[in-house]
Nanobody, 124 residues
């Protein structure tokens, strides 16, 4: 069983930056792909970014490419999401998730373990 705990959310002005962190316990993350997904009020949960177990493969949703960077440190059992040039439309609850490697990484059902989420609010 993997437990995930996100931190780093908050309120920031448009154009600002935030760094989200996800700490895992209960199991090493080394065999899992790690993703960040987000859910805005009234909307479905959507894919943001994913990183392979080695960190050598990453995928981003188009709306965050060039602004967000996902990274992981398997020795520390952590995953991070650096978010720059934030926009009001980035406002959402951000979830860290872990899953076995599959082609479903861009969908919530591709992940088996979830954190509780951290709120990111970007003001205009």
């Amino acid at each position: 069983q993997v437990q995930l705990l996100e931190s780093g959310g908050g309120l920031v002005q448009a154009g600002g930056s935030l760094r989200l962190s996800c700490a895992a316990s209960g199991h090493t993350l080394g065999s899992y792909v790690m993703g960040w997904l987000r859910q805005a009020p009234g909307k479905e949960r959507e894919f943001v970014a994913v990183i392979s177990w080695s960190g050598g493969w990453t995928v981003y949703t188009d709306s965050v490419k060039g602004r967000f960077t996902i990274s992981r440190d398997n020795a520390k059992n952590t995953v991070a999401l650096q978010m720059n040039s934030l926009k009001p439309e980035d406002t959402a609850v951000y979830y860290c998730a872990a899953g076995v490697p599959s082609t479903s990484y861009s969908r919530p059902e591709g992940y088996s373990y979830w954190g509780q989420g951290t709120q990111v609010t970007v003001s205009s």
